[in-house]
């Protein structure tokens, strides 16, 4: 099995892909979402359709954005903690 730098580098762990399983409450809201989106574009005429869903893209580049960033983030901190570590480690503190 390849470590996860292996991975990153062949493209086999893209964590922007990664789906979230097993999580009940994720699940049942997604579907919620998903219905209530469709029963109002369902009100909506053409051009408010058009308009709305203009709406809809916009927001999920704002998302992908916000949740690349965030996992930016998480993992400076990470990498953050772990230099923290070794640096202590170094300077002989247990």
């Known amino acids: 099995m390849k470590n ?11 964590p922007a892909e ?5 999580n009940e ?6 579907r919620r979402s998903l219905k209530e989106i469709e029963n ?3 009100k909506l005429d053409k051009e408010n ?6 709406i809809l893209d916009t927001y999920l580049e ?3 954005l916000e ?5 930016c983030d998480g993992f400076r901190i990470g990498a953050g903690i772990m ?12």
């Open 4 to 14: 996860i730098l292996e991975q990153l580098y062949a493209g086999e762990l893209v």
């Open 18 to 22: 990664l789906k979230i399983e097993g």
């Open 25 to 30: 409450e994720y699940e049942t809201l997604c």
């Open 40 to 42: 109002f574009t369902e």
């Open 49 to 54: 359709r058009k308009e709305f869903q203009n």
């Open 62 to 64: 704002l998302t992908y």
């Open 67 to 71: 949740k690349r960033q965030s996992f």
């Open 83 to 94: 230099c923290e570590v070794f640096k202590e480690r170094s300077c002989g503190v247990n």
